[in-house]
Structure formats: C-alpha cells, structure tokens
C-alpha cells in the first residue's frame, strides 16, 4: 500500500466513514437478499462478487493509522439482531457444498485444515458489520470505525477471505468443467484435537501480530 494512498484515506474522515459505512451496509442488504432464495443458480457467484468488495473495504481499514474509541468502555449497543434464519436459509440453498477445508492460519507451521461451513462464515460477518453499524448509526463513528478495524484483522477478515477462496474454488470447478471430487464426510461437527491445536495456534499467532488493536480490546474488556 503506498503513501499516497493512506493519505488520500485520512485526508477527509468523514468521507472516509461514509464510505466505509455505505459498503458495510450495501453488503449486508445484498447477502440478506441473497438469502431469501429468489435466484439460487446465481447465488455463488454473487456472493463472490459481494465478498470480494467487502474485502476491498477491509483492506482500506486495514491499512489505515489505528482507529482510537472515544471512551475507554464500548458502549451498549443493545441485543444483536439474531442470524440463525440467514444461516440456515444459506446452509439450505448451498448443501452440499456448505462444507469446505480451510487451513486457519497459514503462518502456523504444519496446520491442519479445518473443517469451515460458508452459511456460519457469511452469518459471523453480518454479524461483526451490524454490530459497528449500530455504534455509527448512534453516531458513534469512531467507535464503529474501531470496531470495523478490529473485527476485520480478528475475524471477519480472515473469516470472509476463506469463504471467498472456497467461493471462487466452486466457480473454478464450474466454469473450467472439473466436477467436485468426492467431500469424504468432511464435516464441521468433527473437529479431532489436531484441529483444535491449530486453531489454538492461530488465535496465538494472532494476538502476537495484533499489536495496539487487540491490546486495547483487552484493556476495555478487563
């Protein structure tokens, strides 16, 4: 990421924000629609189309100076609206390729892969943007913008860009006509203590390259 282009990111917050806010808030109206069904065939590549810009966005926060709250304690936000319908309504129109492999940190020597399912990552990502979409339409930008930033480096970034690759994988397999090998029972609820191990590890390995950001979520958790 260049110079020019952080700066151009900080020149002016508020159009900054809105930006930010309006593609948060565009992608959880497009999966939200996605969801309903109307137009399964085309569901796929959709939400890779809706993943990649969401991605986009990330990395715009993610090469951003720190976002610093205004207050040392979150605010309350009130109940989180719920997801389980979104989830199952996807888990229905995806089966039977909900289910993909993914290894969770790649900086982790000898990684297994883990067992992920596309309908839990695309409801754990609407989740994270609602909640920071609450604190800006309280008019708490800094607050969303923090938490918009942590989130993407702790986990709806990591966690859209898996669902993505597995997203592409299957438009791979369509369009270049090489039909999905057999999935071999792999399945989310059977999670062997290697696994466990190595999501363990990512989390670590997390925490070590986090710098201020997790650090400071500690502090206002503590």
């Known amino acids: 990421m260049s110079d020019a282009t952080l700066h151009d990111a900080k020149r002016d917050p508020d159009d900054f924000v809105v930006s930010i806010a309006d593609s948060v808030e565009s992608f959880i109206v497009a999966v939200t629609e996605v969801s309903r069904g ?8 959709f939400l890779l189309l ?11 926060l993610g ?34 390729i909900d289910v993909y492999s993914e290894v969770f940190d790649p900086y982790v020597p ?3 892969p883990v067992a992920s399912r596309i309908s839990d990552d695309l409801a754990d990502i609407i989740t994270d943007l609602r909640h920071g979409m ?19 480096l702790s986990n709806w970034g990591p966690t859209a860009s898996a669902c993505l690759r597995a997203l592409q994988s299957l ?9 999905l090998a057999e999935l071999d029972g ?15 590890a990512g989390r670590v390995m997390a925490a070590e390259i986090g710098g201020p950001h997790l650090s400071r979520r500690a502090a206002r958790e503590g």
């Open 171 to 179: 438009v791979a397999h369509v369009r270049l006509d090489q039909p």
């Open 110 to 112: 000898r990684s297994a």
């Open 50 to 60: 809706e993943l990649s810009q969401l991605l986009l966005t990330g990395g715009r």
């Open 134 to 152: 609450a604190h800006y339409r309280n008019g708490r930008v800094n607050e969303a913008l923090w938490w918009w930033q942590f989130s993407y």
């Open 38 to 45: 109307d137009e399964p065939d085309s569901a796929v590549p």
């Open 63 to 96: 090469a951003h100076e720190d976002f610093v709250p205004d207050e040392r304690y979150e605010p309350d936000v009130g109940p989180e609206p719920d997801v389980d319908e979104l989830r199952e309504r996807f888990a229905t129109m995806l089966d039977p």
């Open 186 to 200: 792999l399945d989310t609820d059977a999670i062997d203590p290697e696994e466990q191990l190595a999501e363990e």
